[in-house]
């Protein structure tokens, strides 16, 4: 394989140079993901494509892409790629699913202590030059039931933090084992019964077509009143205007929200409410987490491009670089059957 790679956002100069001194020839044009034209001229001549979140993949930058094997997302998320259309193309798309679940966890939970303090609205307060103590009543999170939607890497971390702040922890995702959820000290229940008990709901799932508007108007509806709900896994898992409606009526408490159904969010229904607190996609964002998932994808495409080991990708099973040789006729064949 050869390895020509093309930087488009903004990625750390210890990956960069990690990907060089592991052989790859690497242009760093950190502006490009932006440009779509720009990155659509120049796409052609690279076998890698490092990107973040500003970088659109589209079916039509990936017809461009005459040479491209690998697209390199440093983070979690990859609603920003084609899949289908990089799959169709052979392109392997590859991200980074661990190396800010720590800090996308401590997110959520600062999130769910700012709803239950007020501490946003507090600072406003204090700082506008009022002294507004008896305004501000908060509750306190211990022994309270955090319902958590999604217990995988992040959901898993989010629990043993509350758990620590001696919370009690239930948990809806289907593929939590009994076994699972007995060694991370959760119960597992249904989501109706989450929402019946939960008096915090945190989210901590993909989106996809079983979980878009998990949090509908529906099921908005079945939650205990007073309930405080948090997202910061994907926006489109809650109906935002279903959850403005609940909390203007008073059933729902505060809602807490770093991700939103369009993004970059400049208007959203949430919006200027007064029991809600929103930040900008804040999750990942971390010095520690954003070098950890840099760092992270570099050595996966260079591992893929000079070995042909496949870690992490979303369309294709990991092979290891001593299997890659072995494989290597296997998927030629099956691409000519194809």
């Known amino acids: 394989m050869t390895g020509r790679v093309l ?23 950190p502006e490009l993901g932006a440009d779509k034209d720009g990155l659509l001229a120049r796409i052609g001549g690279y076998d890698g494509l490092a990107i973040r979140s500003a970088t659109k993949v589209t079916a039509k930058i990936l017809e ?25 193309k052979g392109v392997i798309v590859m991200n980074t699913p661990f190396g800010n679940s720590i800090t996308t966890a401590e997110h ?19 700082q506008g030059g009022k002294w507004e103590k008896n305004r501000f009543m908060g509750v306190e999170l211990t022994a309270k039931v955090l319902g958590i939607v999604g217990c ?15 919370m009690r922890v239930i948990a809806f995702d289907p593929y939590l084992t009994p076994e699972r959820a007995l060694e991370l000290g959760v119960e597992k229940v249904e989501l109706d019964e989450l ?12 989106l996809n077509e079983k979980t878009k508007n998990i949090l509908s108007a529906e099921n908005i509806a079945k939650t205990r009143k ?15 205007a279903a959850l403005r409606h609940a909390l203007d009526h008073g059933h729902v408490a505060g809602a807490a929200f770093d991700v939103f159904t369009a993004e970059p969010a400049t208007q959203n229904p949430l919006f ?21 998932v840099a760092l992270q994808i570099a050595e996966q495409m260079a591992d893929y491009l ?7 990708a979303v369309n294709f099973p990991s092979i290891t670089a001593e299997e890659a040789p072995r494989l290597k006729p296997f998927v030629a064949l099956a691409e000519k059957l194809g």
């Open 306 to 312: 000079l070995q042909g080991a496949i870690q992490n």
């Open 152 to 166: 995988g890497n992040i959901g898993s971390i989010v629990a043993n933090r509350a758990i620590g702040l001696h």
């Open 64 to 88: 461009s892409a005459k040479a491209l094997k690998v697209i390199g997302r440093a983070g979690i998320g990859v609603d920003n790629v084609d899949i289908p259309a990089a799959t169709q």
């Open 195 to 206: 929402l019946r008990r939960a008096d915090i709901i945190t989210l901590h799932t993909p």
């Open 7 to 29: 930087v488009s956002d903004r990625l750390s100069e210890t990956a960069v140079q990690v990907m060089r001194d592991r052989g790859l020839a690497v242009d760093y044009e």
């Open 108 to 126: 959520a939970i600062a999130m769910m202590f700012a709803l239950a303090r007020q501490i946003p609205q507090a600072d406003a307060s204090t």
């Open 272 to 292: 200027g409410h007064p029991n809600v607190v929103c930040t900008p996609h804040l999750g990942a964002a971390t010095t520690e987490a954003q070098e950890n």
């Open 226 to 240: 007073g309930v405080r709900i948090v997202n910061c896994a994907r926006g489109g898992l809650v109906d935002e």
